[in-house]
Every structure is written in C-alpha cells, then in structure tokens.
C-alpha cells in the first residue's frame, strides 16, 4: 500500500472524544500538581525526598508537554481555540512558548526527510559527502553537537531554558510569535518569582529544576529516536515526498506499557506524521487494527539505545551511520 493511502485509511481516528481528553488532562495535571506540591513539602522533612519525588514528576511534565502537543495539531478538542488556549498555559508549565513551539514543529511535519531543507524543528543531521567535505574544525564541531553527552545533556537544558525565550527560527516573522514568546515568559517569571519569594530558592533548586532538566533530557531523547534511527529516510527535494518520508523516516517506537502512558503513545510516531490529527489516545487504536503499521520501523527500548551512535546518513546504502562505519566505507 502507497503511504499516501493511509491517510485516507487512518482518517476516522481523527475525531477527538470530549470525555476522553478531559480525562487525560486531569489525570495528568492532577498527579502533577499534587507530586510538585508534596515535593515542596517534603524539603522540610529531607532534600533528597524531595528530590526524588521532582523526579518521579517529571514523568507527568512529560506527559503535559505531549498533551500540548496534541492541542498544536488541534487534535485535543474538536474547537481549536480551546486546544491553543490548553496549549499556552500548559506552555508556562513546560517552558515552551506554543504559537512559537506550534509553527516550527509545523515546519518540522513538512520537511522532515528533506535534505534541503534542514534546520528548523530537526536535528543537525549531515550526510557523509557533506562530512567528509568540512574542513577539520567543522567535523570536530559536528562531532561536538552530536555526541550523547552533548545532545541529551546540554542541549535540552540550551533548548527549554535558553532558547524558547526568544522565538528562534521566526525571529521576522510577525509580532505574534515575539508576543506568544514574551508573554510566556512573563508568565514563567511571575509564577518562579512568587514561588520563591515565598518559599525559598531551595524549592527552585531542589523541586523546579530537576523536575524540567529530566524531562526535557526525557522529550530530547523521544525526538531523537524517532527520526535517527539506521533505516529512516532522507531525500532531496526532487525525491522527497511528503507520506513517504512520514511513514519510513518516522521510527515505531515501542515502549513498555508504563513508558507509553507517560510519553502519550509519541512512540507512533510514523502514524503520527501520516495523520497529526489522530488524538494520541486514539494511536493504540491504529496499530491494534493494523498490524502492518505496527511493524513498520519497529524499535524495542533495548534497540533504541544502539541508535545514539548514528550520525551520519549515507546517501548510497540509504542507511543512518556511525562514524565508524562511515569511516570503513572510505577504506
């Protein structure tokens, strides 16, 4: 079957269910709100308690950020309006403007697997040609960006931190996006502001932060995998097709049960690039009823991590590379 059929296939689970999502959001924000403030209370009994508890809740911070992403592709409610709304106020939560975050993983959906015309809402990603042809600095540099430490470790904390202040990739944009940025931010300082006027910067240090860092380490790693695995796909412009590169240059990442609650079903993420609009409740429903799509570009947690040590896309076996092997295909 042509990827471009699915669509036409995958279109009834695209009507969101009011109760449903009513459901998720409560048994999402709910626990969060309640572990945040059982960690602050906890400082008064041991930091590390507390520490753990932020931990653990970044686990549904996560899941908020999944449920903002679905109301970005007005797949949370049937109104829209109420989805940019959800959208925005769960963005002071995960430090991620939405109408900024909105257009460019917009961007991201229209040009994923496209090799020219990388840059926004993707990783950097360059083909072996492209490698060998910088000069000493830039492959050091390369190597710098895409080493683990560096993309999981530092760039989530650049990214939610630094980043999202300002709307990056839509800087002459219009007004709206300076707006959306500006205003989340005023939201975020107002409420860190008061939390540590009246609490302590402890709370800050020991509640806010750890809970953020793990869980934007967590979202890193989830956008990682689903693009940068060995048999993804990328294409010029000539040959690049839109269901194409949704359906073989998106992985199936598939979690343990416990792991896909907190990630929102994200693992499928080939069925989510087919149809964005299908609610991420609705995605069980897809690969339960089609098992064709619940085998294409399978990744088991274990297989995944293999993936971190790719790099490098090769053109002529079409195939994601190590370093390594890059290397060997030169010998």
Partial sequence: MRPSEWTRILAKYREPILSRSLFELTVTL???????????????????????????????LVRLFMIQHDCGHGAFFKDRRWGDWLGRILGVLTLTPYDVWRRTHAIHHATTGNLDRRGVGDLPTLTVREYREKRWIGRILY?????PVFLFGIVPFYTFFLQNRLPVGLMRSGWQYWFSALATNAAIGAALGAIGWFSGWDVLLLVFLPTMLLAAMTGMWLFYVQHQFEDTTWDDEESWNVHDAALHGSSHYDLPCILRWITANIGVHH????????????????????DILAQSHRLTLWESFRCARLHLWDEKSRKLLSFSDARMLAA
């Fill in 143 to 147: 190597r710098l960006v895409r080493n």
């Fill in 30 to 60: 709910v626990p969060f709100v309640a572990i945040w403030a059982l960690a602050w209370w906890a400082l008064s009994i041991s930091p590390w308690l507390a520490l753990a508890l932020a931990l653990a809740n970044s686990a549904f």
């Fill in 271 to 290: 069925v989510h690039h087919l149809a964005s609009r299908i609610p991420f409740y609705r995605l069980s429903e897809v690969v339960r009823d089609h």
